[in-house]
C-alpha cells in the first residue's frame, strides 16, 4: 500500500517543490539588489498577460511537451534517455528532406509525412543506444549522452556540406516550400474574425502535441504493452517470470522514446524556422527530463509541467529584456525549480509521507 494517496504524489510534492524554488530564486534576485514581487508580476505579465505572450508560451510548451514525453516512456522502462537533444536533431534533419524533396500539395499532408520522417529520423538514432543496452549491457545514460554529441556533429556536417544552399554562408538548408507552411495560432484565429497570437510563432503543431499526451496515457495505461512497460519497469525479475523479454521492452520504449522526441521539429523546425538551422533544439531535449520528473511521468503531468517551463522561458525572456537581470540568472532560476522537482525530490517526499503515515495510524 502506498504511504501517500495518489493525488498527494501527483499534485502536492511538486507544488511544494516548486514553492521552495521560488522562494529561493526570490532570495537570489533580492541578493542582485532586484524587486522579486516586480519581477514575478513582470514574468506573469510578459508570458501570460497578452496573447502575444501566450503564443511565446505555448510555442516552448509544445517542444516540452514532446521532449517529456520521451523521456516519460523511458522512466516507465526504468531507462534514463538522456539523448532527447540528438534525437530531436536529427528528427528535424527528417522534416527538413521531408519538406525540401518531396513536392507535397498542401500542409496537411506535409504534416503527416513530416511528422512520420521526424519520427523515423529520431527513432532510428535511439534504436542504436537501445541495441547497446539490450543485447551488449552499455548504460543507456551513457551512450544516449555521447550519441547527442555525435549528432550534433553529423547534422552540422550535413549542413555545412550536404544541405546549405550553393553561395550561402550560413550552415542552414533553403527556406522550406510555401505548401509546407504550418498555419500559426494567429491565422487559425484569424479565421473566426479574432486577432489573437499576433506575431507569436505558436502552430499546429500544438495539438500534435496534446495528441502525443493522449496516445501515451491510453498506451501505458491501456494497453498490453503498456502493462509490461509498467511491469518491467517496476521488476526485471518479475517481467521475465512472467514471460516479458527485455530486450524487447527496451527496444520498443527507447524507439517510441526516439520518435517522440524527434516529433519536437515540427514544431521548430516546419512550424517557427521554416528550415533547419543548427542549435534548433536549443537544449529542449534536456529541459524534457524536467518535465518528466516533474510531471511524473504521466502524460497530464508532462502537459502541465510543460507549460510551466514554456511560462520560465518566456517570462525569463521578458526579464532580460527589460530588467538589469541578466539572463545568466534566469537559468539559474530554471535550475532552481529542476533541482527542487528533481534532485532534491526526496527533501519534501518523506516529511509529506511521514505526515500521511502519521495521520494513518491516529485513524486506525
Not at 506535409?110 to 532510428?124: D, H, K, Q, R
Not at 540568472?329 to 511521514?354: K, Y
Request: hydrophobic share 55%; with cysteine; aromatic share 10%.
Amino acid at each position: 500500500m502506498d504511504v501517500m494517496p495518489r493525488w498527494a504524489e501527483v499534485v502536492l510534492v511538486p507544488l511544494i517543490s516548486l514553492f521552495l524554488a521560488a522562494i529561493l530564486s526570490a532570495l537570489v534576485i533580492l541578493a542582485i539588489g532586484e524587486d522579486p514581487i516586480a519581477a514575478v508580476n513582470l514574468m506573469v505579465s510578459g508570458a501570460l498577460g497578452s496573447s502575444y505572450g501566450w503564443g511565446y508560451t505555448l510555442y516552448y510548451a509544445t517542444n516540452f511537451m514532446f521532449t517529456g514525453l520521451a523521456v516519460a516512456i523511458a522512466f516507465h522502462a526504468r531507462m534514463f534517455n538522456i539523448g532527447g537533444e540528438g534525437q530531436a536533431m536529427l528528427g528535424g534533419l527528417g522534416v527538413a528532406l521531408a519538406c525540401l524533396f518531396i513536392p507535397w500539395p498542401h500542409w496537411t499532408i506535409a504534416l503527416v509525412g513530416a511528422t512520420v520522417m521526424a519520427a523515423l529520423f529520431g527513432a532510428a538514432w535511439a534504436a542504436i543506444p537501445a541495441y547497446l543496452q539490450a543485447k551488449r549491457g552499455s548504460h543507456i545514460v551513457i551512450t544516449t549522452i555521447m550519441f547527442n554529441f555525435i549528432a550534433a556533429a553529423f547534422l552540422n556536417y550535413m549542413l555545412v556540406n550536404m544541405l546549405r544552399p550553393a553561395g550561402s554562408m550560413d550552415p542552414a538548408t533553403a527556406r522550406f516550400p510555401e505548401a509546407t507552411k504550418l498555419p500559426t495560432l494567429q491565422d487559425l484565429m484569424g479565421t473566426f474574425g479574432l486577432e489573437m497570437f499576433k506575431g507569436a510563432p505558436a502552430n499546429v503543431s500544438l495539438f500534435v502535441a496534446v495528441a502525443a499526451c493522449v496516445f501515451l496515457w491510453l498506451l501505458i495505461w491501456r494497453t498490453k504493452l503498456g502493462y509490461e512497460i509498467r511491469a518491467y519497469g517496476k521488476s526485471e525479475s518479475a517481467a521475465r517470470y512472467a514471460g516479458i523479454s527485455p530486450v524487447r521492452i527496451i527496444m520498443v520504449s527507447m524507439l517510441i522514446s526516439g520518435a517522440l522526441a524527434g516529433m519536437m521539429a515540427i514544431n521548430n523546425v516546419m512550424g517557427e524556422a521554416e528550415r533547419l538551422v543548427l542549435n534548433s533544439t536549443e537544449g529542449a531535449g534536456f529541459i524534457g527530463i524536467a518535465v518528466a520528473l516533474m510531471g511524473r511521468s504521466h502524460p497530464l503531468g508532462v502537459f502541465l509541467a510543460a507549460i510551466l517551463f514554456g511560462f520560465l522561458y518566456q517570462g525569463g525572456a521578458e526579464l532580460a529584456l527589460w530588467t538589469t537581470i541578466p539572463r545568466e540568472l534566469i537559468v539559474v532560476i530554471q535550475a532552481l525549480v529542476i533541482l527542487f522537482t528533481g534532485a532534491l525530490d526526496n527533501m519534501v517526499r518523506m516529511p509529506l509521507e511521514s505526515y500521511f503515515l502519521a495521520r494513518r495510524r491516529r485513524k486506525a
